[in-house]
Structure formats: C-alpha cells, structure tokens
C-alpha cells in the first residue's frame, strides 16, 4: 500500500467514467464527490493492526462508493498536527484521527476548524460537535478469549500484556481475566491469569506500541518461564516477538490476536494462532464514509462497536473445538443480553 511519511500529502482519486471502452467490460466505480481523508498514529499503515484496518475502510470507499480519498502517516508524536493540518488544507469531507494518541491533536484541530467533520478512532471528544468519537466495548470479544484461552490451555496459566496502560488496551485485558475466571468458576479448576489484575489494575506493559521490541519479547518469555501456554499480547503488532519467545522455550503454546484476523494478516504464524479478538474498524470506517458520502447528515455522537452490532469479535479457528464453540455463543448470547457482566 502507498502511504505518505511525516506531512507530506498524497491524494488518490478516481475518475469518472462516462462510456465503457469495450463492449461487455463491468462499469468502473462512479466517483462521488466527496473525500474521505485519515492520519494514522505512530507504527505505518501496514502496522497489521489498527492503523492498518482503518486504512483498509478508507481504500474500500475508495474503491466500492468511488470517493476521494488521502492519507498522512505519521512517524512521530509531532506529526500529528502537522497531518491533521495537511488534511484540512486538502479540504477533506471527514478525517479520521487513528489511535489514543491522537486524542488531544484532532481534538485542536476541530475546535479550529469547526466547519470541517472529524473522527477520532479510540479516543474522545471534548466537547466538539464536529468530532464523532468511535470506540468499541472490547472487554466483550476479550471475555470469549480468556475463557477460550483457559478452556484451551493443559497448564491453566495464561498470560496477557499490553502496550500502555491505558483504557483502550486494558479494556481486553479485563475482558480477558474475567472471562478467565469464569471458565474456572464454572469448571472448578483453578486458573492464574498473569500479567494483568484488573482490581489492583497494575500487570505487565511494554511502555509504547513499537513492534516486535526486545521488551515485548521478554515479557512473553517471562510468563512462559511461569507456565503460561497460551498469551495475549495487547500492544498491535508483537506476534513476532511471542512466536519466538514459544519457540525458544521449547514448550507448547499459541497466541491470540488482536485488532485483526492475524491467521489471516500474519499467516506464518497462523499454527500459533487460538483465535483474534477483532475490532472491527474496517467496517466502521466504510460505514461512516458511505453514509456521510451518501447525504447522511454528520454526527458527533459516539459509535461504540459490540459483539451486538458486530463491531468486534472472536476469528474462527480450527484450534477451537465445536463443542467450546457452542459455549463461546451462549457467553456472546448472554453478554448481549445482559445476564453477562464481562467486567466482573
């Protein structure tokens, strides 16, 4: 994919197409007059996490409704305003603001800019009416995973870790540890979740986003060492660095995703793989640009992904079984329903 580092600006469009060129050739997509432009948060475009499914919703309006679309990548922290500036030069229709980090900048930006319309991915607004904030209740998908997790595991230790601590990671960690401890409440067998205690709320974090770090390795290896067979790395892309951390062990053990599908994005780790806890930001990207492009008029009140609405949920996996399947859709049923509480 094409991306554009610091503020540099890179428009794609799409032309209109008035005749076929061939007799029995498909229509191109209609352009429609609108542009849908994002700023990415620290870790590139093709982060196979969240910077990366909002890209994939910006190219899918692009390319199935025929809008405008642009893009900043942003290298550092102070990119941010500068891309977000970049954005409103370029007169764009909406601009997504990708990522938590981004809270504070894109929210400067629509009090500047009042008339223009902004999203903010994970993140707020402060009291602007131009800014539509989208979030997803991620403690829900995150219950399915830890009791999958403990289901799964032979040793019943299970670890998970995050990048910073902040909300929109320890949402799944909580999710997590509770969903956890309900498969141990239910089957009386005892299971330690480590890394995250979401009543002291202290665990394991890595301190930013980067990649695949050294640090993130050595958390993973760190609660491998203390019998954990199964880890759930919350800090986007680190499954390199915990398909390592297993291998080097020489113990058995798998991974969960998170974000995306990482079966699917990553598949040279796919046989690691439980299962992905998947925020579906793709889908609320499209969905967002096709109604606004569409004549819907903005919004800033928030969009909040469930596993009601599909905005976020559990990957298939050959690694779970029909039989764990079938409880994992009576916990989705009751979390829906209320009876849940995937917070306690």
């Known amino acids: 994919m094409s991306t554009i580092t610091g503020t540099a600006l890179k428009t794609l469009s799409i032309a209109a197409v008035s005749a076929l060129a061939f007799t029995g050739c498909a229509p191109a997509t209609p352009s429609v007059d609108y542009k849908a432009c994002a700023v990415s948060d620290e870790g590139s475009w093709n982060d ?21 679309i642009a893009d900043a990548e942003s290298n550092s922290a102070e990119d941010f305003g500068p891309n ?87 949402a799944f960690m909580d999710g997590f540890y509770y969903g956890a401890k309900a498969y141990e409440k239910e089957t009386g067998t005892a299971v330690t979740v480590l890394g995250w205690d979401p009543v002291a709320k202290a665990g394991d974090f890595m301190g930013d986003f980067a990649p695949n770090s050294g640090v993130s390795k050595t958390i993973a290896a760190t609660q491998i060492e203390a019998g954990a067979d199964v880890i759930f790395p919350v800090g986007g ?36 793989v439980l299962t992905s806890v998947e ?42 079984s029909d039989e764990l399947w079938t409880k994992l859709d009576e916990l989705k049923a009751g979390i829906i329903d209320g009876s849940i509480d995937p917070k306690a």
Request: charged letters at 20%; proline letters at 2%; hydrophobic letters at 40%.
């Open 48 to 68: 196979k996490s969240f910077n990366e499914s909002v890209y994939d919703g910006l190219t899918k309006a692009k390319d199935e409704l025929g809008v405008e």
């Open 84 to 170: 977000l500036q970049a954005m409103v030069d370029a007169a764009c229709d909406v601009t997504f603001a990708v990522g938590f980090n981004l809270v504070a900048a894109v929210n400067e930006a629509a009090k500047a800019n009042p008339e223009m319309h902004f999203v903010t991915i994970d993140g707020w607004s402060e009291g602007n009416a131009n800014l539509k904030p989208v979030g997803y209740a991620m403690e829900q998908s995150s219950y399915l995973a830890g009791y999958a997790a403990a289901a799964y595991s032979t040793t019943k230790v299970i670890g998970t870790y995050g990048g910073m601590q902040i909300d929109a990671v320890t």
């Open 237 to 272: 892309d680190q499954f390199g660095a915990v398909s390592e951390a297993i291998s080097e062990s020489g113990k058995p053990g798998v991974m969960i995703g998170v974000d995306k599908n990482i079966a699917v994005t990553s598949p040279e780790y796919a046989d690691m």
């Open 279 to 320: 925020k579906r930001m793709t889908a609320a990207t499209f969905d967002i640009i096709k109604e606004l492009s569409g004549g819907a008029e903005f919004s800033g009140d928030a969009y909040v992904g469930t596993l009601e609405n599909d905005g976020t949920g559990l990957s298939d996996s050959s690694l779970i």
